[in-house]
């Protein structure tokens, strides 16, 4: 079975471009998450989706970025216009049921550097 | 509100030693804990959690962690590290009823020299 996959691994922009992550999760898993993690620091939850709806969208940042999973599955990530301050890895994660005991899957993360 | 603590960046060991990656939590309720491992250029993978019952959980490639809850503890052992279990170690703690927020620690990078 194959697991969370992300794309691009890396991905080097300048400050107010913009960048778009994407994320395949399981098949078949319903639930989607995104997180970051920055400066070596604790990895933060930004949102899940439940197939194509947004479950819980209160760890987003701001307004600049914006997440969609159309058709319930694959999900974008994109940060329009990027900051100095976006920089960190994102991560994506799926999990069939979505319960508080149910284990997340991870994919290998985004690396994003703004300059 | 919740939150993890990992009180060590680092750890170091020597190959065949025994191993300890701490991490305490707090949280208003009862925790469900988990452990994550990442590899160099890898995803973060799941080791163990803890959910209910036995206080010593037992996971993958020989790891076990024991929840204390009178500690708030759930430190992260293997009884002889490996070369190839150096990397970096992620504790997180959900509790029920807050369901979309797992909270993460900082992360421990181990290394285990020969």
């Known amino acids: 079975e194959a697991g969370v996959t992300q794309f691009p691994s890396h991905s080097v922009i300048e400050k107010g471009q913009t960048v778009t992550l994407r994320c395949d999760p399981i098949?078949?898993?319903?639930?989607l998450y995104w997180y970051r993690r920055v400066m070596g620091k604790e990895i933060k939850f930004l949102l899940h989706?439940?197939?194509?709806?947004?479950?819980?969208e209160s760890g987003m940042p701001n307004n600049r970025f914006l997440a969609e999973r159309t058709g319930g599955t694959y999900s974008t990530l994109k940060v329009q216009p990027a900051e100095l301050e976006d920089s960190g890895v994102y991560f994506c994660?799926?999990?069939?049921?979505?319960?508080?005991?149910?284990?997340?899957?991870f994919g290998p993360g985004t690396r994003l550097t703004v300059l | 509100a919740q939150s993890v603590a990992q009180p060590e960046d680092q750890v170091n060991v020597a190959e065949g030693n025994p191993l300890t990656v701490k991490c305490t939590y707090s949280?208003?309720?009862?925790?469900?804990l988990f452990w994550y491992v990442q590899y160099p250029n890898r995803g973060l993978q799941f080791l163990l959690k803890?959910?209910?019952?036995?206080?010593l959980v037992k996971g993958s490639y020989g790891f076990e962690a024991e929840f204390n809850k009178s500690q708030t503890s759930f430190h992260l052992k293997k009884p002889s590290a490996l070369v190839s279990d150096s990397a970096l170690y992620f504790c997180?703690?959900?509790?029920?009823?807050?369901?979309?927020?797992?909270?993460f620690g900082a992360g421990t990078r181990l290394t285990v020299k020969p």
């Open positions: 997180a703690v959900r509790v029920l009823g807050n369901n979309n927020d797992m909270r």
């Open positions: 803890y959910i209910t019952g036995d206080n």
């Open positions: 989706f439940v197939k194509e709806s947004k479950q819980d």
């Open positions: 949280v208003s309720g009862n925790p469900y």
């Open positions: 994660a799926s999990s069939p049921l979505g319960g508080v005991t149910d284990t997340q899957y």
């Open positions: 098949s078949g898993h319903d639930n």
